[in-house]
């Protein structure tokens, strides 16, 4: 079936550092979305994605359904920014189902 | 930024009992979703409606459980008979055309 990799499977930073999560899929998606779950288990939703690229503060994201990836860019990171990250694509089929991938734990240290 | 609201936050049945959770989806979304996510993060989709038909399930969902999106009442995900392995957190999600948001889910204890 549909299936999202993703990686690093876990990420430790230093405060002020960036790094950068990657999701590969396995077929054409339609869109992807980025969560952060965050202490108390919520699924944040970070950004949602059917081409290009998009910037919200220290966070940037990239879709390239063509290439059949898409990217997260943490830059400057916070401690607030520690949680576990997914990235979720959505398949072509009716009504918009997503498929996940397995998450990176990020751990922003001082 | 989710105006997804589940019901119970924490269940807690034993094996061969029912265990029902309920969603009300953000208003205006006509489709909901279920996932199934286990203690090692993996996302399992169960069902997805479009107002209140079906529009996708996985087998173990049709054999095993029971879910419905009246309208004018919360959405909901009925196990017939609990197992073990049923233990997990569930969650509703709800979506316009885009964009899907998700609840903060249902944690399911079967003992």
């Known amino acids: 079936g549909d299936q999202v990799e993703q990686s690093p499977s876990a990420l430790s930073l230093h405060e002020g550092t960036g790094s950068a999560l990657r999701c590969n899929f396995t077929t054409t998606m339609r869109a992807v979305q980025w969560f952060r779950k965050n202490s108390r288990g919520s699924l944040i939703n970070l950004f949602y994605l059917a081409s290009g690229t998009k910037e919200n503060g220290r966070l940037k994201s990239a879709f390239d359904s063509k290439e059949r990836y898409s990217t997260l860019h943490i830059r400057d990171a916070q401690l607030e920014d520690s949680g576990t990250y997914f990235c979720?694509?959505?398949?072509?089929?009716?009504?918009?189902?997503?498929?996940f991938g397995i998450g990176t734990r990020v751990l922003v240290r001082p | 930024n989710s105006k997804v609201i589940q019901t119970p936050r924490y269940l807690v049945k034993g094996q061969g009992q029912k265990a029902k959770m309920r969603c009300i989806p953000e208003k205006g979304h006509p489709v909901v979703f279920w996932y199934q996510q286990n203690k090692n993060n993996e996302f399992k989709f169960l069902i997805n409606?479009?107002?209140?038909?079906?529009?996708?399930q996985i087998d173990m969902t049709e054999k095993r459980f029971s879910a419905e999106c009246p309208s004018n009442s919360p959405c909901s995900l009925e196990i017939q008979s609990s197992e073990a392995g049923d233990s997990a957190l569930y969650l509703c999600?709800?979506?316009?055309?885009?964009?899907?948001?998700f609840g903060k889910g249902t944690r399911l204890t079967v003992v």
């Open positions: 409606f479009q107002n209140q038909e079906v529009l996708q």
């Open positions: 999600a709800s979506s316009g055309n885009t964009e899907v948001f």
């Open positions: 979720a694509a959505e398949t072509n089929s009716a009504g918009n189902k997503l498929t």
